[in-house]
């Protein structure tokens, strides 16, 4: 088998995801990749609308005889996590992803592959596409900009849908089928600082926390990486107690929804305590490595010597923005009580940055219970009030409550025993999947999530299981062919 995705099976579905893989679609720049799927829709011959935001809406009628069928929402949004290796050169606004296959996976070469979501876009389109298929009425929604600001889901004109099943295909482990999902909300907090002149007989250094692995906020939140931001500043405490260092810059994370993988700081040494300092930096590299020996094997924690700063933050803010930081909750927060291995409630904190004059620190909150999201809210709110930041919340949105008598759901397990010899996991999710939005828009929908085995969303490492594709393709035309009556 050659290395091109395009010519492994089903071939519809991966031509049509090998087509996304050259068109930049990082959220909120994804509009050829919506002139790409409302252009499969045209050349289909099918009924193509574009709304206000950027949603597709294509619809496809029943097959002969299956005119009586419940109708279907096949949803997935176009848009892809950005995020390269820090040596790769890549620009995700004008740059193709460079897919390879290994090993029975596809992977990106230093960068994420947008199979998140783009193997459900694509699999969308190859049933809309493919005229051998036996399915009830189709309506196949591609959102946009799920991953920073759930716009497209947000802004859904309601009953502009008729359909009344959703199937999401945004999950992430083929052979189980999720019927919930957490809430979220953004965490903004904001220090605003004064010049400080730099010091004299003082030394500029540049400290670099590279080689993490980094990873899906909601999905990889509970398997104990390291937090770039957490532990630069956990060095960035000691090192200004013990040695007298200044800060002068920080640039840590991107994204909200994905685990910080690198983070950088820019500051100033007494030129006496260079050793200590470097020796500090020596320190505590063993202790990350030691402590996270299991998860981060290329964490690499290093200081440069670099030119001065032009000025340095005032020193009660650095302390107080320093201390807030060491003291912020990371990582799991609470487990579900109710079902085994779900994460509950997290926060990750994604961005800590300087810009300006200004420190700008942001998380993500996530739970499946919202007074438990709330309390967590609170929680950063007085912390960071206490600590001089300006706080505030904003990108709310709803979780998805599990329905165990779910029509659609019942079908879908029936259809995976008998193709598979199995019946599938049901699961609730601990991400933002839209269902929750989309609930809250058309409340009468039967929903549940399923898709093929995706490992590291929203990281370079980012990487689809191909014989995972193939199944969750058997199981989605078996379930189209088998959507309960009206």
């Known amino acids: 088998m050659e290395n091109k995705i395009e010519n492994l099976e089903p071939g519809l579905l991966w031509k049509h995801f090998a087509a996304l893989t050259q068109i930049p679609r990082p959220s909120k720049k994804e509009r050829k990749a919506v002139e790409y799927v409302a252009g499969v829709g045209r050349a289909l011959g099918l009924e193509t609308l574009i709304d206000g935001v950027g949603n597709v809406i294509i619809r496809k009628p029943a097959t002969a005889g299956m005119e009586k069928h419940k109708g279907v929402v096949l949803q997935a949004h176009v848009d892809m996590v950005p995020q390269k290796n820090s040596d790769k050169e890549h620009n995700f606004e004008t740059d193709p992803i460079e897919t390879y296959i290994e090993e029975g996976w596809v992977k990106a070469k230093g960068t994420t592959l947008g199979a998140d979501n783009g193997i459900g876009v694509a699999a969308a389109l ?8 036996q399915h009830g009425p189709i309506e196949a929604l591609f959102t946009v900009d799920e991953e920073t600001g759930m716009t497209g889901a947000n802004n859904l004109q309601v009953g502009v849908l008729q359909g009344e099943i959703l199937i999401n295909m945004d999950s992430e482990d083929e052979g189980e089928l999720y019927v919930g999902c957490a809430g979220g909300s953004n965490a903004n907090m904001v220090f605003s600082f004064r010049e400080d002149k ?17 990873g899906h906020s909601g999905m990889d939140i509970n398997l104990g990486r390291a937090n770039a931001n957490k532990l630069l500043f956990r060095l960035l405490k000691e090192a200004v107690s013990l040695t007298g260092a200044r800060l002068a810059t920080v640039d840590g994370g991107s994204l909200r929804n994905a685990i910080p993988r ?41 200081a440069q010597a670099c030119d001065l700063p032009d000025f340095v933050m005032e020193e009660l803010v650095q302390d107080d923005l320093i201390n807030a930081i060491q003291a912020c909750p990371n990582g799991v927060v609470r487990m579900s009580a109710d079902m085994e291995g779900l994460v509950e409630t997290s926060l990750n904190l994604a961005v800590v940055k300087t810009e300006g004059h200004e420190v700008k620190a942001l998380a993500l909150l996530r739970s499946s219970v919202d007074t438990a999201k709330q309390d967590l809210e609170s929680t950063l709110e007085s912390l960071f009030l206490l600590a001089g930041a300006e706080v505030w919340f904003d990108g709310s949105y709803p979780g998805w409550k599990p329905n165990m008598q779910s029509e659609i759901l019942k079908t879908m397990q029936e259809v995976y025993r008998k193709d598979f010899g199995k019946i599938p996991e049901v699961k609730a999710i601990h991400a933002g999947l839209e269902c929750g939005i989309l609930g809250s828009a058309y409340p009468q929908w039967d929903m549940i999530s399923f898709g093929p085995t995706i490992r590291y969303p929203h990281s370079p490492d980012e990487k689809v299981d191909i014989a995972s594709v193939e199944r969750f393709w058997r199981f989605l035309i078996a379930t189209l062919k088998n959507v309960p009556r009206k």
């Open 126 to 133: 190859a049933v809309l596409a493919d005229k051998s298929l």
């Open 198 to 214: 730099v010091g004299t007989a003082v030394q500029g250094y540049r400290v670099a926390l590279t080689g993490l692995k980094g």
């Open 262 to 302: 690198e983070a950088f700081a820019v500051l100033t040494v007494p030129k006496e305590q260079e050793n200590d300092f470097q020796n500090l930096v020596k320190a505590f590299s063993e202790v990350f490595r030691a402590e996270f020996a299991g998860t981060e094997p290329d964490l690499k924690l290093e």
